[in-house]
């Protein structure tokens, strides 16, 4: 049975997208991306940018020493930070200050990325758990205890939320109820990726953002596309939207943004497709810059 509420975003869910008056680039937070392992960071980047065409105030891909290259040879308005080795990595997330966190983009499933992922839950910030992160999550020897933070959400793919209810994953076939049945397991927001996007609060709210209302969503079926949305939902959390919100409106923009891009659309295309979607949805003539 499906319950939930087709979200469409209100006239107050849009004006959270603004920038106006006075205010400065730490008024609309600080996201940072946690990075996977040299030669992979792809991923993060791809998120990064997302994080940044929506809104936030200041981008940083948190990364290891051997990653610093690669990172700073592709990102100019995102900041690099590597963190040094042998220090709690714990204090190093707190000591930039973020407002939001993302991990698991490319991290790896490796003994390090779980290290990275502890520290990340350690912190009592707004995290979006994506890929990697869902996975170690899922399949660690020692389950994860929890709680996770208060702001916590987790935007798995049907592999991974397979993962995360197998049992329940393989007698449900209605997507809703497999969403609703994640989120109360585990105790956070959980974003349900694909055709219907689904997100579902432990608390039984639940939101559906269907694709079929977009121009060209199927286009989205390409590599990387997931890890943008997850550096958007990331955005919205650092500029102060609550989990919930985040995940519907990022899920809607993720939309747009392929319905601007249109056929032929990568990954890469979709942050930089946000200027665009923004633009309409606030309402800004686009016939050129205003008059001084
Ligand atoms: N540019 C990059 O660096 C990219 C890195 N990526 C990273 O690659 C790693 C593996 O990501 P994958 O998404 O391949 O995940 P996984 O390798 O964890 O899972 C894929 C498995 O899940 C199954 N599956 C079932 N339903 C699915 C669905 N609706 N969508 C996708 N798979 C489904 C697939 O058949 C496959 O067996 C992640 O860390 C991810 O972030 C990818 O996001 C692609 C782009
Ligand atoms: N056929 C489709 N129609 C609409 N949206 C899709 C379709 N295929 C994929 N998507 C969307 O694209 C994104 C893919 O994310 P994901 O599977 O994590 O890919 P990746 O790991 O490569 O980034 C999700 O937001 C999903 O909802």
């Known amino acids: 049975m499906t319950t939930a509420a087709r979200y469409i975003p209100s006239s107050t869910d849009i004006a959270r997208l603004a920038k106006s008056g006075a205010r400065h680039k730490y008024d609309y937070g600080h996201a940072v991306i946690v990075s996977g392992p040299p030669g992979q960071g792809g991923a993060a980047r791809l998120a990064a940018r997302g994080a940044l065409r929506v809104g936030a105030g200041l981008v940083s891909v948190l990364c290891g ?28 997330l707190a000591g930039l200050n973020p407002s939001a966190l993302c991990i698991g983009p490319n991290l790896g499933l490796t003994a390090r ?135 519907a409106l990022g899920a809607t923009l993720h939309l747009l943004c392929a319905a601007e891009c249109g056929p032929g659309l990568i990954a890469e295309d979709l942050p930089e497709a946000l200027p665009a979607v923004l633009r309409h949805l606030l309402s800004e003539p686009d016939d050129g810059p205003a008059p001084r």
Request: proline share 6%; charged share 20%; net charge negative.
């Open 65 to 92: 020493a051997d990653s610093v290259a690669e990172h700073a040879a592709r990102l100019d308005a995102i900041m690099v930070k590597p963190f040094a080795g042998g220090e709690d990595i714990g204090r190093q």
């Open 113 to 247: 990325a779980g290290d990275l992922l502890d520290a990340t839950l350690s912190l009592p910030h707004p995290v979006c758990l994506d890929a990697d992160a869902i996975t170690l999550i899922a399949e660690r020897e020692a389950p994860y205890a929890g709680p996770f933070p208060a702001q916590t959400i987790m935007t798995p793919h049907a592999g991974e939320l397979r993962r995360l209810i197998p049992h329940r994953f393989d007698t449900t076939t209605n997507r809703e109820t497999l969403a609703r049945m994640a989120a109360e397991r585990w105790g956070c927001v959980i974003l349900f990726k694909g055709v219907e996007t689904i997100i579902a609060h432990p608390d039984g709210r639940c939101l559906t953002v269907a694709s079929t209302a977009f121009a060209h969503a199927a286009w989205l079926a390409t590599a990387g596309s997931g890890d943008v949305l997850a550096g958007i939902i990331t955005g919205l959390l650092a500029r102060g939207c609550d989990a919930m919100e985040a995940g």
